[in-house]
């Protein structure tokens, strides 16, 4: 396995799946798993995608510019993500920092245990 190469592909998935079917990463996410998004803790797969669907747009753009990856315990990854947030209607992008704790799954991929969201304000 090629940690990198799963990261990329994560990340592809996930920003695919959040700009045009935001209910659709419920499957990412499981109970124990918890998303602080911009300081507000939330647990639990049902919770997280509760939030993610009632964020105040509908339509969105994300342009990732970084992707790094490392491997952690238990056969995990950390993967840290930097790009930009593109809302339908508003003219200037929005920066954003995002990490992922992937935990592996008995089936063979992968599920998001952590998730940590900041816009980056300059």
């Known amino acids: 396995m090629d940690p990198d190469a799963v990261a990329k592909a994560f990340v592809e998935h996930y920003y695919a ?3 045009s079917n935001r209910p659709g ?11 602080t998004f911009e300081g507000q803790k939330i647990q639990g797969a049902q919770s997280i995608v509760a939030k993610l669907t009632s964020l105040p747009f509908q339509q969105c753009q994300h ?8 491997p952690s315990g238990a056969g ?39 998730d940590i969201f900041r816009l980056n304000y300059a």
């Not at 990463?25 to 998303?35: K, R, T």
């Not at 930097?82 to 799954?105: D, V």
Request: proline share 2%; net charge negative.
């Open 17 to 19: 799946t959040f700009d």
């Open 25 to 35: 990463l419920a499957n990412l996410y499981q109970d124990g798993s918890m998303l």
């Open 63 to 70: 342009n990732i510019t970084t992707v790094d990856c490392q």
């Open 76 to 114: 995990g990854m950390l993967v840290f993500v930097s790009g930009t947030l593109q809302l339908s209607g508003e003219q200037h992008a929005l920066k954003f920092s995002q990490m992922f704790h992937l935990m592996p799954t008995q089936q063979g991929s992968f599920y998001v245990l952590n």
